[in-house]
């Protein structure tokens, strides 16, 4: 559940719609550990970072799992022997 719906279209605008996975549990977390508002503004940002430097690497994989889509005559011969292509 998100606190503030009216957030929702402003981090996606800014690019931070990361936020909105850990805004609810950070929310509690502050509430509970009543916490200032720039150290839960520092929480929330920390998990946007962790979560973009996560990022590269997940992107990596996923176009690891794509199939290499070959047309061999498009390809210089050293190329395509190199890629195994047809």
Same mark, same amino acid.
């Given at each position: 559940m998100n606190p503030? @719906? =009216? #957030?929702? *279209?402003m ?5 931070? /719609? &990361?936020i909105?996975?850990?805004? %609810? +549990?950070?929310?509690? =977390?502050a $509430? %509970? +550990?009543k916490?200032?508002? *720039?150290e839960?503004?520092a #929480?929330?940002?920390q %998990?946007e970072? +962790?979560?973009? =430097?996560? $990022? @590269? &690497?997940?992107?990596r994989l $996923? /176009?690891l799992?794509? *199939?290499?889509?070959?047309? &061999?005559e498009?390809?210089? /011969?050293?190329v /395509?022997?190199y890629?195994?292509c @047809?």
């Open positions: 503030l @719906p =009216e #957030l929702t *279209p981090l996606k605008q800014l690019r931070l /719609s &990361g909105l996975d850990s805004l %609810d +549990a950070r929310n509690r =977390e $509430i %509970d +550990a916490l200032a508002y *720039p839960f503004l #929480l929330l940002i %998990d970072v +962790a979560r973009r =430097e996560q $990022i @590269p &690497g997940t992107r $996923i /176009s799992n794509r *199939p290499l889509v070959c047309a &061999g498009s390809f210089v /011969s050293s /395509s022997s890629l195994d @047809p």
